[in-house]
């Protein structure tokens, strides 16, 4: 009937004719020469990732052999992200001088002798250099993987490549949690020595492997190369298009002409940035001034809400919960990597399809759920005089839910988003703006817990960053635009606006709907598709921090 039918009206026979202007856009598939060197170059967070872990379980060993306080164990735990930050200062000159790529080899090297260090101490003020050596190491890693990171990263995986580093941090966290427990049966004074000593191994595979990636295009171009930043952006990108478009963006910031087109060329002299602090801070437009109150917050709430102090002490919050076995204490532990890891790489995979908001908000819900029955169950262990497994096992639960819930959104999206919403000129002090606060108020939360949750109980503790955490809830509703899929212009389009960016975006998105009925600019078509190149072609120029 069917076959009758076809013939009938002519096209029995025929092949149907396919019109490519009507065919669905096909999705782009992920550069993988790209994805290999943002996955070398944010392996480097794991140094960062296993202090963090190792500290974790090697902080109550460290207490039992030195003979040391709880205000000094504290100071011990959190003084990494105060030193961190003089690595952070010193990594955008440094990536200046001598390339991304060493920068990061640099990172490894100082880390490296960072753990020997610590591996070796005698005493609590060799172990307190040995911090300090391995916090600038960290600090270097922490702001050069996501520079990197953006300026090799396609049109396409912005979210999934930048949010690498995030990943890395939590596989280092575990990989931490794991040599905690797997050195925790050697004798007292040799198995935290270990435990931190053996960090120097990843930094070691790291430096060599980073060997093996290309140079930034962008710290390329700065450097007259243009011959050789052409070639890895044909690499880097997902057509031919988009690799000219990223190159004709990166020398309109370097103050390249456009018809210079040299392998090698002479770049003008550039400033070091003193006008855009003044655009900042003594004439910030609305735009601006909107955006670096998104940006400073969302790492403010990242930290304040109290992740480190669920993952540095999560012993000693098993142990107030009622565990009283070491070896469950440090399973337990390895449990909350395990599922911290997951749970990123959930997020990683979903930042380009759900967008920022939904899992943001979505997090920060989760999260405030999950402090609130810890710090219930806290709270009612503490005060009752027997064992109350249902209370145990709430407690548990409660950390794990927290850990999961903060890596689906808050974790990855911090750097993602604030990494994406500052412009071009401004984008370098803004981050590195973001980052401070972010090491400051980690850094204030590790050295403080302890001492905090015997002021107030360890459940009011839990309390307190509960209402941290719905005060940030609030915060992003409110002030946090979605950014999925924006170009540049129309970031600066929706930011200024502060609480009415809601009009802002019904507004830009009835224009879509006008522009793609009419004149064929809409999402989708292939002007669209320009305009994205043209809007991550941008964010290549990612300029290294601090400079």
């Known amino acids: 009937m069917a076959d009758r039918k076809s013939r009938e009206n002519g096209f029995s026979g025929q092949s149907q004719t396919r019109i490519p202007a009507f065919d669905p856009p096909q999705k782009p598939k992920r550069n993988k020469f790209a994805f290999a060197c943002a996955f070398l170059a944010s392996m480097t967070s794991i140094l960062l990732g ?4 190792v500290m974790s ?122 040599s905690n427990y797997a050195f925790s049966k050697l004798r007292l004074n040799l198995g935290w020595r270990l435990m931190l000593g053996v960090g120097a191994i990843p930094a070691v595979f790291l430096a060599l492997g980073v060997l093996a990636m290309p140079e930034s295009p962008r710290w390329l171009v700065l450097q007259g190369r243009l011959g050789d930043a052409k070639r890895v952006l044909d690499k880097t990108s997902d057509s031919k298009e988009e690799a000219q478009l990223r190159l004709a963006d990166i020398k309109e910031a370097a103050g390249i002409p456009e018809e210079c087109n040299d392998d090698v060329v002479t770049v003008p002299k550039r400033s070091h940035g003193e006008d855009v602090w003044k655009e900042f801070f003594l004439h910030p437009t609305p735009a601006v001034r909107h955006i670096l109150i998104a940006g400073i917050g969302i790492h403010f709430f990242q930290q304040g809400s109290g992740i480190d102090a669920v993952v540095l002490y999560s012993p000693k919050i098993f142990a107030k919960a009622g565990i009283t076995n070491t070896d469950y204490k440090l399973l337990a ?25 939904p899992l943001l908000l979505t997090s920060v819900g989760g999260m405030i759920v999950s402090l609130a029955t810890l710090g219930i169950s806290l709270t009612i262990i503490d005060q009752s005089k027997k064992k109350l497994m249902w209370a145990l096992a709430l407690a548990i639960f409660s950390v794990l839910s927290y850990v999961a819930t903060f890596s689906i959104g808050l974790g990855p999206i911090t750097w993602v988003y604030s990494s994406e919403i500052f412009p071009l000129r401004l984008r ?41 955490a719905m005060v940030a809830w609030v915060f992003f509703y409110t002030l946090l635009p979605e950014t999925q899929g924006k170009t540049l212009e129309e970031m600066q389009v929706l930011f200024g606006t502060f609480f009415n960016w809601r009009a802002t975006m019904r507004e830009l998105k009835k224009n879509e709907r006008v522009d793609g009925n009419g004149n064929g600019a809409g999402n989708g078509t292939g002007n669209g598709t320009v305009a994205g190149q043209i809007q991550l072609g941008a964010y290549e120029n990612n300029i290294s921090f601090l400079t």
């Open 333 to 357: 532990t390895v449990a909350v990597g395990f599922v911290k890891t997951i749970f990123i790489l959930v997020a990683t995979f979903h930042l380009d399809r759900i967008g920022r908001r």
């Open 57 to 178: 379980g090697a902080g109550p060993y460290i207490q039992d052999d030195l003979k040391i306080s709880d205000v000094k164990l504290e100071i011990l735990m959190g003084i990494l992200n105060v030193y961190s930050l003089l690595g952070s200062a010193a990594a955008g000159r440094t990536s200046d001088w001598i390339g991304r790529r060493y920068t990061i080899v640099l990172a490894s090297v100082i880390f490296f002798a960072g753990a020997i260090l610590m591996g070796f101490a005698p005493n609590y003020a060799f172990l307190m250099f040995g911090r300090f050596i391995a916090g600038i190491g960290v600090g270097f890693a922490l702001m050069i993987a996501p520079v990197y990171t953006a300026e090799v990263s396609p049109a396409s995986s912005r979210g999934f490549l930048t949010s690498f580093p995030e990943v890395f941090i939590n596989a280092g966290i575990l990989l931490g949690y794991i």
């Open 428 to 468: 370098a002090q803004g981050t590195s703006m973001g980052v401070a606060v972010n090491r400051v108020v980690s850094g204030i939360i590790s050295m403080t817990f302890l001492s905090f949750s015997k002021a107030i109980t360890i459940g009011g503790a839990f309390f307190f960053y509960m209402g941290v």
């Open 50 to 53: 296993y202090d963090i872990g």
